[in-house]
């Protein structure tokens, strides 16, 4: 069964797997468990118990933020992103934000083109956000 549920600790060392075989740097355990506050969610989604995936986003007024968003390698063009991100969209519309935010790594061609995928457009870059070379690209989603 597929389920997305909210974080527990059940879930934290599939999810540091994850972590590590997604991001050039990734968080640490305690990073993980520093971040969650009151405006923060930590989603993850499970198939069968099974962690395949996890979304970590904030929601302060009518802004949601996406920190972070990863599928476990061998389950990535399968949809799960996807199923994360729609849930994502309904749960910030339920609590009145009209908008989403996010950074991303502007050499991250994947990712940016899953988020082009849901209709995220170029709002701004910050230029040499990542280091020397690496510019950040600010995208954003209208949602209502
Ligand atoms: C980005 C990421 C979360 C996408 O997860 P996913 O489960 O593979 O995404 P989905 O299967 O839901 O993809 C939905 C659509 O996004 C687009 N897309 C996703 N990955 C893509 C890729 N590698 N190349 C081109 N388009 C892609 C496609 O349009 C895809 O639809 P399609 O498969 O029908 O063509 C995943 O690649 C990942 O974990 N990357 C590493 C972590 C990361 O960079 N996160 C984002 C920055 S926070």
Redesign the pocket.
Known sequence: MLEILDFNLSHLSEVLK?ETE??ENPWTEKMFLDYPDKNTYFKVLTLNEKVL?YNVFQIVFNEAH??????S?N?????????L?LDFLEFSKSLNANEVF?E??AN????I??Y??FNFTEIGRRPKYYGAKLDAIILRKQIQ
Request: net charge positive; proline share 0%; hydrophobic share 45%.
């Open positions: 994850i997604s991001f995936g996406i920190l972070k968003i990863a599928v390698q389950y990535r063009r399968q949809g799960f992103a996807s199923k991100i996010l991303v790594r991250n061609i994947n990712a083109k899953f082009e995928s």
